[in-house]
Structures are given as C-alpha cells and as structure tokens.
C-alpha cells in the first residue's frame, strides 16, 4: 500500500493544484519511482490511499493498475488510512511512502527477504550518515532486531506489517506512531538496516535537488 492521501504542506506552493506524489521526480510523477519499486519486488496487487485533491492522482493511478482507495469525506493519516485499507490488504503488508529517494537494495524487495514469521512489524531504517534531508534527530533505536524509540536510527517510509491488531486503536483517524507505540509495548516493534542510501524528498527544496542528481 502507497500512502497517497497526504496534503503535502511541506511542498508550498507546488502542491496548490497538484497531489504531492504526482510532483515530477527525474521525468516522471513521484509514485511512479514507487510504483516500480513494487513491480521490481514482483509485488502482483498494488493499493493507494488517496484524498488531497483525488480526482487529479486517481485516473493516473488506475491506468497503471493500482487499486484506489478514496478516502473521504476525512483524511484518515497513516495509521487510519492502514486500519481502513485492511479489508483489502493481506497481512502483513507492505506500506511505503512514495516521497523518498533510494539508491541501493530495492526496500520493499529487502523487507521481504528480512521479514520473520513471528514479527508484527519490520520497519526499515537507516543510519544517519545514509540519510539526507534529515536535520531533526534519529527515530528509534536498534537492538538486535527490536526497536525503540529515541537513538539515531531514521524511519525511511517503507514496512512490512501485521494489521490484525489494529483494533487496539479505537480511534478512527491516526497516526501510524500509535501503533508503533501499541506493538512496543509488546516488544513486537522490530527494525532492520537498509544496507544502501535514503533521502527525504518531502520538501519543495529537496525535489529541487533530487532533480537535479540522484542521491548517492
């Protein structure tokens, strides 16, 4: 599932008339790079939330076979849009933000080959000194393969999830971080390395100079 929905504040002025993930990146809209991340790791069923202005991302994302999912009249976040979604989805699921830059392993393909049967969540981190655009402090910290939050390590956008349970949150709009939180509390909030280079492209500033050289 591709998180679609967002508003993309972060974006200015580009975002005004037109959805964050279908913002040029080297040629193309930004969910197309997603898109064939997920072909690339021989994913068969593709889904997107969308909402911010869905009748200018929709079309462009049926037309390359992507299942939408219209979030309306509310815009649910990450963790609501997921619990919604569910229905749809297997479990565990992939998820993946489409405003991120990688260079390396493909990640959804690396998620999968990391994922342990016994884990309700495997998010995919970096070290600092992979990452760029990132001036705010680390996310989570690493132990074996248990994570926690505090420490250095940086959420890239990209994990393969348990949904069953979802239902802890009784909220209906929220934010994956409070189910993060939820599956800690278990010890069942697990991480893993992603062994190349990531950037945060969510900012007008950062598309500018993804399109200008590919982050290495």
């Not at 489409?98 to 390396?104: A, F, H, I, S, Y």
């Not at 599956?183 to 945060?200: E, K, R």
């Amino acid at each position: 599932m591709i998180f679609a929905a967002g508003f993309g504040t972060r974006m200015d002025d580009l975002t005004h008339d037109t959805p964050k993930p279908m913002l040029n990146l080297r040629g193309k809209p930004m969910i197309d790079h997603a898109l064939e991340l997920a072909k690339s790791a021989n994913l068969e069923t593709v889904f997107a939330n969308t909402h911010y202005l869905h009748d200018r991302i929709a079309p462009h994302l049926q037309h390359h076979g992507v299942q939408v999912l219209h979030e309306t009249p509310d815009i649910l976040d990450t963790g609501g849009g997921l619990k919604a979604a569910r229905t749809h989805l297997t479990s565990p699921t992939l998820t993946l933000n489409p405003d991120c830059d990688w260079t390396g392993a493909n990640p959804l393909a690396y998620l999968l080959d990391q994922w342990q049967e016994d884990m309700q969540a495997l998010l995919l981190v970096v070290r600092p000194e992979r990452a760029k655009n990132r001036s705010t402090p680390g996310d989570f910290s690493l132990t074996g393969t248990h994570l926690a939050r505090g420490g250095d390590m940086i959420y890239t956008g990209a994990q393969l999830i348990r949904t069953e349970r979802l239902d802890a949150i009784k909220d209906r709009v929220f934010s994956l971080n409070a189910y993060w939180d939820h599956l800690a509390s278990t010890n069942d909030l697990h991480g893993t390395i992603y062994p190349g280079h990531w950037a945060d492209i969510g900012t007008k500033q950062a598309l500018t100079q993804a399109n200008m050289t590919k982050y290495v």
